[in-house]
């Protein structure tokens, strides 16, 4: 029997779930917030156009007073899936790695994290 490779993952921080009335403004573009780390977001968002390669992010709380305006990304990863039927526009995941975090946006980016309280 052959020994499976150890799948190394080549993120150097750990990902958690977004908590669900997280989003992410991405330009002009309102976007559902999937998942946080200390160096990056993924994101998903319906589009017939791709991500840009960099951009301005603003993270946000639906009914909360809590945000984190200005976090710079660049697209690390992007994936593009149909929406079934016709006429609906495709569904995009993106990947976004924030171009050099302060430790300040670290410690804020921990509250968009989901918990079950």
């Not at 917030?33 to 709380?61: H, K, M, N, T, W």
Request: charged fraction near 30%.
């Amino acid at each position: 029997m052959a020994m499976m490779e150890k799948h190394e993952d080549k993120r150097r921080h750990p990902r958690f779930r977004a908590a669900d009335s997280a989003l992410a403004a991405c330009g002009m573009e309102a976007c559902a917030l999937l998942d946080v780390s200390a160096g990056g977001l993924g994101i998903q968002y319906y589009g017939e156009r791709p991500f840009p390669r960099e951009i301005s992010v603003d993270l946000l709380f639906l009914n909360r007073d809590l945000t984190l305006p200005g976090l710079f990304c660049r697209k690390v990863f992007e994936a593009r899936k149909p929406n079934g039927k016709e006429g609906r526009l495709p569904v995009w995941h993106v990947g976004l790695e924030i171009v050099s975090p302060t430790p300040e946006m670290v410690q804020r980016l921990r509250h968009f994290r989901w918990t079950e309280s």
